[in-house]
Structure formats: structure tokens, C-alpha cells
């Protein structure tokens, strides 16, 4: 098929949410069964505190709920610091892609710095699946 929408699926990873403080926002644990690739997007809305950062860390794991670590930068598509934000970063979307060989994988974004309205979400997309067309 030529189409994209029957050859990927998409997860929320982290539901549309305002964040007020500095409390990470952890991602929903993906599993990668039957798919070979693996991106995030984030999305940003307007972001009201003057001087806030938000990191971007990517975990793996070989169990779903135990064991995850960082993913090493050679097994990245693009880098965190890239898929990362400051409070100047209104409205944007970012993506970071994942190449390791782990099944599970986890996002989590920890702002600093945060005492404002922080909207963001981030969904994962799986493609490259094993089989098609995928629902």
C-alpha cells in the first residue's frame, strides 16, 4: 500500500496536558512488537513562563514495567537536546527517532525553571510493521 495512514500506527504517549511546575511528565511505555521504526513527536502550545526548559529523555527497556535506561545517542534519530524546548519554543513540534533493538521504549519531558502554563503533548508512531494494513 502507498498510503501512510495503513502503515503505521499511532500511541499517546502524553496526553495533551498543562504543566505548572517542575514535575516530569512520563510517557505512556510503548512496545514495539511488530513494528520495526519508531519516532515521537512533541508538541508544544504557548508557553507562559519567561525562563522555563524542558529536557527530552528516551528510555529503553527489555521489560515493560522495570529496567528502563537512557538510550545511547547512537541509537537516537535526531538528538534529546534537539527534541528538547525552552519557553521561547510556542507552538512548535519536535520528533525524535528511535533505531535501538530494546521492545519498550519511554519518554519523559522534565521542565526546570517552570512556573507557568506549559502545554504539551507527545505521540509515538510505529511503522514499518509486520503486518499490514495496520487498524
Same mark, same amino acid.
Given at each position: 500500500m ?10 499517546? *504517549?502524553?496526553? &495533551? ?7 516530569? @511528565? ?12 519508531? @519516532? ?28 528502563f535506561?537512557?538510550? #545511547? ?12 524546548f ?5 507552538? *512548535? ?17 522534565? &521542565? @526546570? ?5 506549559? &502545554? ?8 514499518? #510493521?509486520?503486518?499490514? &494494513?495496520?487498524?
Amino acid at each position: 500500500m502507498r498510503d501512510i495512514a495503513s502503515n503505521i500506527a499511532v500511541r499517546a *504517549v502524553i496526553a &495533551p496536558v498543562v504543566v505548572s511546575d517542575n514535575t516530569a @511528565a512520563v510517557g505512556t511505555v510503548i512496545d514495539r512488537l511488530g513494528f520495526d521504526s519508531l @519516532a515521537y513527536v512533541i508538541a508544544t502550545g504557548t508557553l507562559a513562563d519567561a525562563d522555563a526548559t524542558f529536557t527530552v529523555l528516551l528510555e529503553e527497556s527489555d521489560a515493560s514495567g522495570s529496567g528502563f535506561t537512557a538510550v #545511547a545517542d547512537a541509537d537516537l534519530i535526531g538528538t534529546e537536546a534537539d527534541a528538547s524546548f525552552t519557553f521561547a519554543n510556542d507552538g *512548535v513540534v519536535r520528533k525524535l527517532g528511535y533505531r535501538g533493538h530494546k521492545r519498550y521504549t519511554r519518554l519523559t519531558i522534565t &521542565p @526546570a525553571g517552570n512556573s507557568g502554563s506549559a &502545554p504539551l503533548a507527545a505521540v509515538a508512531i510505529l511503522g514499518h #510493521a509486520a503486518s499490514r &494494513p495496520v487498524s
